[in-house]
């Protein structure tokens, strides 16, 4: 095919893209996702169109950022950086155009001036050094052993089998099996070390006999060869002005080396065949591990047993002498003896807590007193865990490892958890649970969190019914919410849900020689690796009194607590008879008070007595109303996640000739906090999350806030060694303290 021909394929690709982000017709939803999907395929089976590609999209970036088409930027550019990741060949001149581009992206508010300023800065290094976004993507999600680049990462697909039926889990159990069998620690070592000399040799490298002698080399040649490429990678990149020039001479003796003296003439007279020129390297599906939540601290588990095989840092005794799954808390963690290194002079010591805890070397000599031991309380920013958000998630994938990377000094995150759920809103209702049960523990051990860096993903599957039932939408209500917020995660991972029932009905092919291209996976593939930006979601405490004269039961909810009036009554000790010829009608008498949510954020207190029939409390924005259903509905914006919206179904009662008679009428409010008691004899039965395994039943009285972050409870009993006057700090501190927000990455975040 010309080169005409190729670009002008890959232009109608493009424009496919596109129309499917613009114009959302009937014609275009039946192959929503598969697009992107379809394009990558195209460069993947052959890498020399990569850089007409490359172009294409920077052509229409560069358009869209002249004609202000906001909305299709985020995507292309997450397009563009997955096609360079993978690709060898490209320009110096591609990169820096793509480079210009993302530095004028940071002029733009969020989140275009985030997504741009992650993408330049491994522009940047990529530019420098071909082949390191590559290199180190691969060695992070292989777990392959490398003391430059120590990272590890790991994708948990949990799946709840009450709410997935047996034949989507094991489609997707033989999906991600079959596409990893032929992903040894061998073959990926072979395609580190074939896409480093081929991006920094370019035409220059026999492609094709370099990936055939790497082949054929033992296990030690090849690992040989692998910490070699590797070295030189990395050492290249952490240079403050890396030479392109110096690391091409070093790449070349490396290549010289495993092909012979023949290599430097066979490359002076244009290397391999036509044919045997530039084969594909393929970019390995990251190591996932399929997992049946049955047990509410399997997440716990799994995370602590992805740390505890190899660890490639020794933390200080204290943290050294924690046991990962005790159950006792380190009462003696703010009392760290270190080496002391200062004069000895009060003023002379660092404001900030330096040292703490070091790499030791393995010729590490025992613990020695010089000058005396310094004895400090930590900061309350670095005594708790800050969060398991990845905020230094950003240095982690681009920089170098240490530097401003660091949770403690001394002490990065070298490990990343990918923690990706499939279902419906009740798993995520599960998810909630499992992460505040996470930050809770925390508090008590702190032993995750410094090496740490948790990322939470989703994916809608509902069980197969007839779209016409409200239940059945209902049940993917968040998914719907973050496909409003970014469009680029509703064409991508939202299209999945009829995909992978798709998957599950088709029979299982048992010819493991046929090559076929598992969409399922390349899809979450896409979306652990490109989907950075996190969308937060307010987590909910709710106390459920079943005896005012007893202690409430405490529970937490993510998106839904919906409310029913029993139809039991309390005993008749304590109540007052209501009064004789009264109907009381349908529903029960409710005291509800409130704090109403204003734009001011001004607390306004509302306390309102009324008979209902049930509540529906949402943490999530439906996009119709607020305040009385008179008159036109107003638009709730998608960015107003922090706030319940309550839907209370009220019964008024009226009088006319034919007597007393009852009506519904649903009143809607929005508020942070509310307290709801039962005045009569009813009782409220509670559901949480939609899910019927999480049920109250026989409830009095039930109050709903914020959650709190569990490291306020934790702070009082670690900062013994403060003043009075810190202490005073310290407990106002705890008074506000900030509410839990659940992260869940999406491509974009919320696009305003």
Same mark, same amino acid.
């Given at each position: 095919m010309e080169s005409s021909d190729v670009e002008l394929d890959l232009q109608r690709s493009v424009q496919a893209v596109l129309r499917e982000l613009s114009a959302q017709a009937p014609a275009v939803q039946g192959h929503q996702g598969m697009w992107r999907w379809s394009l990558h395929k195209k460069v993947e089976r052959d890498p020399g169109k990569s850089p007409a590609l490359v172009r294409i999209l920077l052509r229409e970036l560069e358009k869209a950022e002249s004609e202000d088409l906001r909305h299709v930027i985020i995507p292309l550019l997450h397009t563009l950086m997955y096609v360079l990741t993978k690709a060898?060949?490209?320009?110096?001149?591609?990169?820096?155009?793509?480079?210009?581009?993302?530095?004028?992206?940071?002029?733009?508010?969020?989140?275009?001036?985030?997504?741009?300023?992650?993408?330049?800065?491994?522009?940047?290094t990529e530019a420098a050094v071909p082949g390191t976004l590559y290199q180190r993507l691969v060695i992070a999600e292989q777990n392959l052993t490398s003391e430059l680049y120590p990272y590890q990462e790991r994708v948990f697909l949990f799946v709840d089998p009450e709410l997935v039926s047996p034949s989507v889990c094991s489609a997707l159990l033989l999906e991600i099996e079959a596409a990893q069998v032929h992903q040894t620690p061998e073959a990926c070592m072979c395609h580190v070390v074939s896409h480093a000399l081929q991006a920094a040799l370019g035409e220059a490298c026999q492609a094709g006999a370099l990936q055939r002698k790497l082949q054929t080399s033992p296990r030690h040649t090849l690992e040989h060869y692998f910490h070699a490429v590797v070295a030189a990678v990395e050492q290249m990149a952490s240079e403050p002005s890396p030479s392109r020039e110096g690391h091409l001479e070093r790449l070349e003796e490396i290549y010289c080396s495993l092909l012979g003296p023949a290599a430097t003439a066979r490359g002076r007279c244009g290397g391999d065949s036509l044919q045997d020129r530039q084969p594909?390297?393929?970019?390995?599906?990251?190591?996932?591990?399929?997992?049946?939540?049955?047990?509410?601290?399997?997440?716990?588990?799994?995370?602590?047993?992805?740390?505890?095989?190899?660890?490639?840092? @020794?933390?200080?005794?204290?943290?050294?002498?924690?046991?990962?799954?005790?159950? /006792? %808390?380190?009462?003696? $963690?703010?009392? =760290? +003896?270190?080496?002391?290194?200062?004069?000895?002079?009060?003023?002379?010591?660092?404001?900030?807590?330096?040292?703490?805890?070091?790499?030791?070397?393995?010729? @590490?000599?025992?613990?020695?007193?010089?000058?005396?031991?310094?004895?400090?309380? /930590? %900061?309350?920013?670095? $005594?708790?865990? =800050? +969060?398991?958000?990845?905020?230094?998630?950003?240095?982690?994938?681009?920089?170098?490892?240490?530097?401003?990377?660091?949770l403690l000094p001394g002490i990065s995150r070298l490990y990343t958890a990918r923690v990706l759920v499939l279902g419906d809103d009740r798993m995520l209702g599960r998810l909630a649970q499992a992460y505040h049960s996470l930050r809770k523990r925390e508090t008590q051990k702190f032993c995750l969190t410094p090496r740490l860096s948790l990322q939470l993903y989703y994916i809608r599957v509902l069980a197969p019914q007839k779209s016409t039932s409200s239940r059945h939408s209902e049940l993917g209500e968040l998914a719907a919410f973050l496909g409003r917020a970014d469009p680029w995660y509703e064409s991508i991972v939202n299209t999945l849900c009829p995909a992978i029932h798709k998957l599950a009905e088709m029979p299982p092919c048992l010819d493991t020689s046929q090559t076929v291209d598992p969409f399922i996976l390349d899809v979450i593939t896409y979306y652990v690796r490109m989907g950075t930006q996190p969308i937060y979601f307010q987590i909910y405490t709710v106390k459920i009194f079943s005896d005012l004269s007893q202690d409430p039961t405490e529970d937490i909810f993510l998106t839904e607590l919906m409310v029913k009036i029993q139809d039991s009554k309390f005993p008749k000790d304590g109540f007052s008879p209501k009064r004789r010829g009264v109907a009381e009608g349908p529903g029960a008498e409710l005291s509800i008070c409130y704090q109403k949510a204003l734009l001011s954020h001004r607390t306004r207190e509302v306390t309102v007595s009324l008979r209902a029939t049930g509540l529906v409390l949402k943490a999530l924005p439906a996009g119709d109303t607020e305040g009385p259903t008179h008159g036109p509905p107003t638009v709730a914006p998608v960015?107003?996640?922090?706030?319940?919206?309550?839907?209370?179904?009220?019964v008024v009662k009226s009088s006319n000739l034919a007597g007393r008679s009852f009506s519904a009428v649903t009143n809607t409010f929005r508020t942070a906090n509310i307290q709801i008691q039962s005045q009569d004899q009813r009782l409220l039965t509670l559901l949480l999350d939609k899910d019927n395994r999480r049920v109250f039943r026989d409830v009095v009285r039930f109050e709903v806030a914020p959650c709190p972050e569990p490291r306020a409870g934790a702070q009082k009993s670690k900062v013994l060694g403060l003043s009075s006057h810190q202490q005073q700090e310290m407990e106002r501190t705890e008074v506000k303290a900030k509410p839990l927000r659940m992260p869940i990455n999406t491509f974009s975040g919320i696009i305003q």
């Open positions: 060898t060949g490209i320009t110096e001149e591609l990169y820096r155009r793509t480079y210009a581009f993302c530095i004028r992206l940071l002029t733009l508010p969020a989140p275009y001036c985030m997504v741009a300023l992650d993408c330049a800065i491994r522009l940047k594909g390297i393929p970019l390995p599906s990251p190591h996932i591990t399929f997992h049946l939540w049955t047990d509410e601290e399997q997440l716990w588990k799994e995370l602590v047993l992805f740390l505890r095989p190899r660890s490639y840092l @020794r933390l200080s005794a204290d943290l050294e002498a924690l046991d990962l799954q005790g159950l /006792w %808390p380190d009462q003696e $963690l703010a009392r =760290v +003896s270190v080496l002391s290194r200062d004069s000895g002079i009060e003023r002379d010591l660092p404001l900030v807590v330096d040292e703490l805890f070091a790499p030791s070397s393995p010729e @590490r000599p025992g613990l020695q007193r010089k000058g005396g031991i310094k004895k400090r309380a /930590w %900061p309350p920013d670095i $005594l708790m865990p =800050v +969060s398991w958000d990845g905020s230094l998630e950003l240095h982690r994938r681009t920089g170098r490892p240490g530097g401003d990377g660091e960015t107003d996640n922090t706030c319940l919206t309550v839907t209370v179904t009220e």
